[in-house]
Structure formats: structure tokens, C-alpha cells
């Protein structure tokens, strides 16, 4: 068996990275909403919840339009699965539920604290899911 190996890999780490900054600014941009122009949370987790759906939808349909192998990404093809089949739609639906009070909670955290704050939560947070699934039994842990 033949293993492919990617050809670039410090272009994903770079965009790992990259990510991660961008990710850090939006924090403090947060910040900054919350803090200096003493805007609601629930206005600033509406209005990214607005933008995010907006450029999500605008990216996807864009890069239908490329064929990328080995596997053809349809954006008006996948509308039509999600809608076509009820418990996917739920699961999409749910999921975007679940997304609204995390972002809510997180730029609340933001407002009493600050964004460092909330990064290191973020980062926690990874760390605790992986401990409740060594606890229950899902995963194991090899040395």
C-alpha cells in the first residue's frame, strides 16, 4: 500500500497558524465591541451569527464552481441533501442552536474579563472534553 504524503506541509501548519492569529484578533475585536463601545453581547453574537452565515454561504458557493478531486463539492447540491433528508436538516439545525449560547457565553467572559481569558477557556476547553471521554470510556489512552 501506498501512503501519500502531503507536498506542502508547512503550508498547512502555516495556515494552522494563521487561523490561530485571526482567530486571537477576533477576540480582542471582541473585546474592544464589548468593552470600549459598550455594545450587547447579543447584538455582537447576532450580528457575527448574520456575517459568519453570509461568508460561509458566499464561500461555498463560490468554490462549487471548482472541481476538486477525488471528490466534486456541490454547494446547491448539498442544500438539496440537507433539505431532502429531515434528520440531517435537525442535526444541522441543532447544531447551529448549540453554536449561539456558546458564542453568547463566550463574549460574556469576554465582557467581565477579557479575551485572554477566554482563549485560555477555549484552549481548556479541549483538554476537558478529552478527559470526559477518557473517564466514559470512549477513548483510551496509550503512552
Request: glycine content about 6%; some cysteine.
Amino acid at each position: 500500500m501506498r501512503y501519500v504524503v502531503c507536498s506542502r506541509p508547512l503550508l498547512g501548519n502555516g495556515l494552522i497558524i494563521l487561523s490561530q492569529f485571526i482567530f486571537s484578533l477576533m477576540f480582542v475585536y471582541e473585546e474592544l465591541l464589548l468593552k470600549h463601545y459598550r455594545t450587547q453581547v447579543i447584538n455582537v453574537v447576532a450580528w457575527e451569527g448574520v456575517w459568519g452565515l453570509l461568508g460561509s454561504a458566499l464561500f461555498l458557493l463560490v468554490f462549487s464552481f471548482f472541481n476538486y478531486k477525488p471528490t466534486n463539492c456541490n454547494f446547491l447540491e448539498t442544500c438539496q441533501l440537507v433539505y431532502g433528508n429531515s434528520t440531517l436538516l435537525t442535526a444541522v439545525l441543532i447544531t447551529g442552536l448549540c453554536i449561539a449560547p456558546f458564542n453568547y457565553f463566550g463574549m460574556r467572559i469576554t465582557q467581565m474579563s477579557s479575551a485572554l481569558h477566554r482563549c485560555t477557556i477555549c484552549t481548556l476547553r479541549m483538554v476537558v472534553v478529552w478527559m470526559v471521554s477518557l473517564l466514559l470510556g470512549w477513548e483510551q489512552f496509550n503512552w
